[in-house]
């Protein structure tokens, strides 16, 4: 049985001649991540901005402005609609939670917006129901942004000790811009920011320094083989060499990714939409950003009495069969 292959062997794909592109393309982006998430924030769910959440399902997309005034005549507090874009029948309603310390005082709230909403918009069906005090969102928020931040910094500090400081530097750089476009992506689409999406994210990073260990460890391999072949011939030999297992895993998680965005639910769609983003940025980044950076860096083999051998950014044609 003959295996699939989705990239040829000896694949000879200049990939540090294109850096200049890619290192403007990944600022420009960058840049754009950030200005929009000052600019537009965040739709921070109720895990961050406390309160109560109720989602309801309506017979047909409601008026966001005749809801807003039915639950604030209840005298509840400033309610906050949020229509979701792929199911504009779905709403989350949230409100913020009770002064009373009585743990029966949030039920009569969720009761009393439940019924003035079925009552002027009959055949809703409510959904899931969500309770955050202020005082826990607060500590989600910094648990959440200390847990990004550490495994960033963490993760480039085991690429500086497992290899040289500039492998180390070229994750970070890589890691980062693969947040920050999640982040700009959620600012863009208005998504539901909680910590389902902060689980995601996590999994990024670790999906991301998957990649870029495998291609790094290839690099440093490399640099040892082929000692007299200059850096940008073993940056591509490098990664044309791990091209297949990057293309293979990128697909096959993304088909998963596919079929949960299809079938699991708007519940799950900000998850599932922040991990295909994760995987096809985590992808570029570590093929056109953290290994060309290196060369950028002043990464450079160690002198030795190897035989030269040419690399594919010298156009000579690679020996060697796909790797295992």
């Given at each position: 049985m003959r295996l699939l292959k989705l990239v040829p062997d000896n694949t000879n794909i200049g990939f540090v001649a294109l850096r200049g592109w890619a290192f403007g393309l990944t600022a420009l982006l960058t840049v754009v991540a950030v200005f929009a998430t000052v600019t537009r924030g965040l739709e921070l769910g109720v895990d961050f901005v406390g309160g109560l959440s109720i989602e309801a399902t309506f017979p047909q997309p409601p008026k966001v402005d005749d809801l807003r005034a039915v639950v604030d005549r209840l005298g509840a507090g400033e309610a906050s609609i949020t229509q979701?874009?792929?199911?504009?029948?779905?709403?989350?309603?949230?409100?913020?939670?009770?002064?009373?310390?009585?743990?029966?005082?949030?039920?009569?709230?969720?009761?009393?917006?439940?019924?003035?909403?079925?009552?002027?918009?009959?055949?809703?069906?409510?959904?899931?129901?969500?309770?955050?005090?202020?005082?826990?969102?607060?500590?989600?928020?910094?648990?959440?942004?200390?847990?990004?931040?550490?495994?960033?910094?963490?993760?480039?500090?085991?690429?500086?000790?497992?290899?040289?400081?500039?492998?180390?530097?070229?994750?970070?750089?890589?890691?980062?811009?693969?947040?920050?476009?999640?982040?700009?992506?959620?600012?863009?689409?208005?998504?539901?920011?909680?910590?389902?999406?902060?689980?995601?994210?996590?999994?990024?990073?670790?999906?991301?320094?998957?990649?870029?260990?495998?291609?790094?460890?290839?690099?440093?391999?490399?640099?040892?083989?082929?000692?007299?072949?200059?850096?940008?011939?073993?940056?591509?030999?490098?990664?044309?060499?791990?091209?297949?297992?990057?293309?293979?895993?990128?697909?096959?998680?993304?088909?998963?990714?596919?079929?949960?965005?299809?079938?699991?639910?708007?519940?799950?769609?900000?998850?599932?939409?922040?991990m295909i983003l994760g995987v096809i940025v985590g992808t570029y980044s570590s093929i056109y950003v953290s290994s060309s950076l290196l060369i950028t860096l002043g990464l450079k083999p160690q002198p030795g009495t190897a035989p030269k051998v040419k690399g594919p950014a010298s156009g000579a044609e690679r020996i060697g069969g796909e790797v295992p």
């Open positions: 979701y874009a792929d199911n504009p029948k779905t709403v989350s309603i949230r409100v913020p939670p009770p002064k009373s310390s009585d743990p029966g005082a949030t039920n009569r709230v969720v009761n009393q917006v439940q019924g003035a909403v079925t009552q002027h918009f009959p055949g809703v069906h409510f959904g899931k129901t969500d309770s955050v005090t202020g005082k826990v969102s607060n500590e989600l928020i910094r648990n959440g942004v200390l847990a990004v931040v550490l495994a960033v910094f963490a993760i480039a500090l085991f690429g500086w000790f497992r290899f040289e400081w500039q492998f180390g530097l070229s994750t970070f750089v890589a890691i980062g811009h693969d947040v920050l476009m999640t982040l700009g992506f959620f600012a863009v689409t208005r998504l539901e920011f909680d910590l389902t999406i902060v689980a995601a994210v996590l999994t990024i990073v670790g999906y991301s320094i998957n990649d870029k260990i495998v291609i790094d460890d290839r690099i440093r391999e490399n640099m040892r083989k082929y000692r007299q072949m200059d850096m940008r011939g073993i940056v591509d030999l490098s990664v044309n060499e791990t091209l297949p297992r990057t293309v293979m895993t990128s697909l096959t998680v993304l088909l998963a990714l596919g079929s949960l965005l299809i079938f699991g639910g708007h519940v799950l769609r900000g998850f599932t939409a922040a």
